[in-house]
């Protein structure tokens, strides 16, 4: 029972067949560029809580050890001291919470840049999936034609036998037959290289497709795209760095509290006198303000600003851009559909040609230039009409993405 299981396992795992949402949702597990943008927001995300720990009083300890040579009543000639000092920012400005905002401006970015990504692999599995549909569909067009072929040779061959055809009929069909072959194979090379790519964003083996098709586009509301939402995150964060530097010119309020504890070795005393503490406490408040720095810090805050300026202008034009690619992948649909219709007619029309032509060439009323001229346009009206049918499903991925849409949601 056990070997039958281990032949027929992996048997069933080189057969199986996967569908669009499975590939979509492995990338999303197992890609590697999706992981280091998952990366990426964690980091964000320890630099928020860094800013958010700058808000507490921070705790310093430390100790030293002296020797003084000469040593005097008031300096003694070793000494031991340890401290411990607690100290806390009672008002800087605005330049903590400046900060913070901006750090979470671009923790707000990375999961922004992380949703567009993911939306970008979507597409590009979904570009692989259904080229590799036409890639196969084109194959078994081609495949079909080669065995149409094969039989027509052997049937001129037995022909020729009984001296009703001649050795230039059989040569014309063998040369169809074999470019035919080398177009199956340049085909498969295709078929295989699709298959690698969409492997390597998917995470998964692809051999067999299941048949997934796009939800009809019906009152699609138009959204930003998240690639923009990210830059308007960043130019956020920009404006609050800007603030954090127009902190400085605020005053600058500081409570600290220090106790410190002496040992002391090789003294010189006076008698009746001990003029060494063996503790000290010091509680200290201070305000400092900058009132001159040659406008370092107005020009350093200028300079990020016109930093937000170049985004913002940015994230103009990447709304344009993607508000008139909207529009355009929307007229796109229409054209294609428009060419579904002509080319499932013009397959309609091929294959009446072809059958008849097809009838007469057995019967010997039409030379083997029509009858190949007929099988020709047979296979590329299959393999249009199947490549419009998949061009379609892009078409409205694409429409979806540009909608600002994860065109996963869709797929049904």
Known sequence: MKVLLGLFVPLYVFAQSY????????????????????????????????AKSAYWPTIDIGASQSYISPNSVVNPGEVSA????????????GRKSALLNAKSYEEEAAFFEKSAFQ????????QYYYGLKKLKATFGALEERST?????????????GAGLSTQEEVD????????????????KLEIFSSEKNLQLLSGLPVRKLKRNYFQEPKNV?????????????????????????????????NLSDTYNQYDYDDTVSLPGFDLLEDHQNTLKISV??????????????????YQKLALLSEIEYAENEQEMNFHLSQKSLETIRTRLKSAKSA??????????????????????????????????????????????????????????????????
């Open 148 to 160: 149409e072929l094969k039989e027509q040779i052997k049937r001129i061959k037995k022909f020729k």
């Open 19 to 50: 569908g669009l949402t499975t590939l979509v949702e492995n990338a999303n597990k197992s890609n590697s560029l999706i992981k280091a943008k998952e990366i990426s927001i964690k980091a964000k995300q320890k630099e928020v809580d860094t």
């Open 221 to 253: 509301e138009f959204e930003i795209f998240e690639n923009i939402k990210m830059l308007q995150a960043n130019a956020n964060a920009i404006g609050e760095n800007a603030n954090a530097i127009n902190a400085g010119y605020k005053p600058q309020i």
């Open 288 to 305: 400092n303000m900058r009132i001159f720095d040659n406008g370092r810090m107005s020009k350093e805050s200028e300079a990020v600003k």
């Open 172 to 187: 014309k069909l063998q040369a169809e037959y074999d470019s035919n072959n080398y177009t199956m194979a340049n085909t």
């Open 82 to 93: 340890a401290y411990a000092m607690v100290s806390v920012d009672l008002y800087d400005g």
């Open 347 to 412: 397959l309609l029309a091929a294959t009446s040609t072809y059958d008849v032509l097809k009838e007469k060439f057995e019967v010997g009323l039409i030379d083997n230039i029509a009858f190949l001229d007929a099988l020709t346009q047979k296979t590329l009206a299959q393999s249009r009409y199947k490549e419009t049918l998949y061009d379609y499903e892009i078409g409205k991925s694409i429409y979806y993405y540009y909608a600002g849409k994860d065109p996963k949601e869709f797929i049904r």
């Open 119 to 126: 939306k970008s692999i979507t597409l590009q599995i979904v």
